[in-house]
């Protein structure tokens, strides 16, 4: 069996499509599965690529829940023996001591792959995520915040985030010690493996600014011992591809050969412009359906060539539950593209993708195309009519405000 150079897991899948978007755009070869796969099915994918990752559900889950789901998952990657094992987490650090800990990823990680320092890495510049002096930063629509400030994030649902020094945020969530390694004191790649190695901590962030500190400590990550674990973004992600380039990237995207459907769980305001966008260009617009009696104007809509957006905020409060609103969004994709009304479908929501693709059955995901910045097009890997289909899985704060619509006609920004 081959040893990869990569192995991941990430905490949703719109992050681990964004994680394996950056090795993919960098000539790395991969495979995204939806769930842990057999060791066969892991090998085979060693054996055939550079990078193997497994997208999870982890963000959403608190603390017993998410060891059941992220330490087999860790495990099975580890023993394919990768260079370098990292979780993918959000770019916005999105975790607390009760709901996608990862304090407690940092624990399950050291634990399989033995007690030395964690480097941890959540800027990605090319997002508008930077990280300085440990401290994290993120740009919303166009202005740069601080973390504890950034008008979505200080303001989540589920995780709102009220410290933007990174090494406080994820101290409170794990008994380990966590430090820092400023930016003014980045030398050369070498230097700072050396730093990291040597740290008395068991977690070290890093600093971020631009893609010269990407490829430093990408660089630098490559120096350590493997298998070197590792916590961070798809800026992570890229500054460990970008220390070792390789084939061409995947080519652009082509104008849908019929209708887009958009199913929506996400609640961002950036979603929101999204859809208002699109109804603009002439859209169904409408909330996302209870039954196929509600579906059935949009199904109409599909069958007449008009792209689709169902939304779960235009409409009222779900039932409450994030289950409820991903098993009616799955159920209406599944039928539309069973019955041939469309092949491109967007699904909107970081938690909301991550179930919407697992209740699908959709084994694993390929980059079909990367039409811009960080927006890829994925080939489903399934059993039946979804085989093939294109599926593009934006978290809520990712995309120009006219994405749906570029989507559809394979339009540059």
């Not at 004191?185 to 600014?209: G, H, Q």
């Amino acid at each position: 069996m081959s040893e990869p150079a990569v192995g991941f897991y990430g905490d949703d899948v719109t992050g681990s499509v964004d994680a394996l978007l950056q090795f993919t755009r960098r000539g790395w070869r991969g495979r995204l599965f939806t769930s842990l796969p057999s060791p066969s099915a892991l090998a085979d994918a060693a054996d055939d690529g550079d990078v193997v990752g497994i997208a999870g559900i982890a963000r959403s889950l608190g603390p017993a829940a998410l060891e059941a789901e992220v330490r087999p998952a860790l495990g099975a990657l580890a023993a394919l023996r990768p260079a370098v094992l990292q979780y993918k987490a959000c770019s916005t650090v999105d975790s607390s001591p009760e709901v996608g800990s990862l304090g407690r990823v940092l624990e399950i990680g050291r634990d399989l792959t033995g007690a030395r320092p964690v480097p941890l890495l959540f800027a990605q510049p090319d997002f508008g995520r930077y990280t300085v002096f440990g401290h994290h930063f993120a740009a919303d629509n166009g202005v740069v915040y601080r973390l504890d400030r950034q008008p979505t994030m200080s303001r989540h649902p589920s995780t709102p985030m009220s410290e933007s020094d990174i090494a406080r945020h994820l101290g409170a969530q794990t008994a380990l010690a966590l430090t820092g390694i400023p930016l003014t004191s980045y030398t050369d790649a070498a230097d700072l493996a050396r730093r990291i190695e040597a740290c008395v901590a068991d977690a070290v962030v890093l600093d971020a600014l631009d893609a010269h500190h990407l490829r430093l400590i990408g660089e630098a990550i490559g120096g350590l011992a493997p298998t070197a674990f590792v916590v961070g973004s798809g800026g992570l992600s890229a500054a460990i591809a970008d220390a070792a380039p390789r084939r061409p990237a995947p080519a652009a995207v082509a104008a849908a050969t019929g209708p887009v459907l958009v199913v929506s769980g996400s609640r961002s305001p950036r979603t929101r412009r999204q859809t208002a966008v699109a109804a603009d260009a002439g859209w169904f617009v409408a909330p996302l359906p209870r039954d196929d009696r509600e579906a059935a104007p949009a199904r109409d809509a599909l069958r007449a060539g008009r792209s689709v957006v169902l939304a779960s905020d235009l409409g009222p409060d779900d039932d409450g539950a994030l289950d409820g609103l991903t098993r009616r969004a799955a159920r209406i994709v599944r039928t539309a593209v069973a019955a041939g009304e469309t092949r491109r479908v967007i699904v909107c929501g970081g938690d909301s993708s991550s179930r919407v693709v697992r209740l699908l059955g959709i084994r694993a995901l390929s980059i079909a195309a990367n039409p811009w910045g960080n927006v890829a097009l994925l080939h489903a890997h399934a059993d039946g009519p979804l085989d093939g289909a294109e599926l593009l899985l934006k978290g809520g704060q990712v995309g120009d405000d006219d994405l749906f619509e570029r989507v559809r006609t394979g339009g540059a920004p």
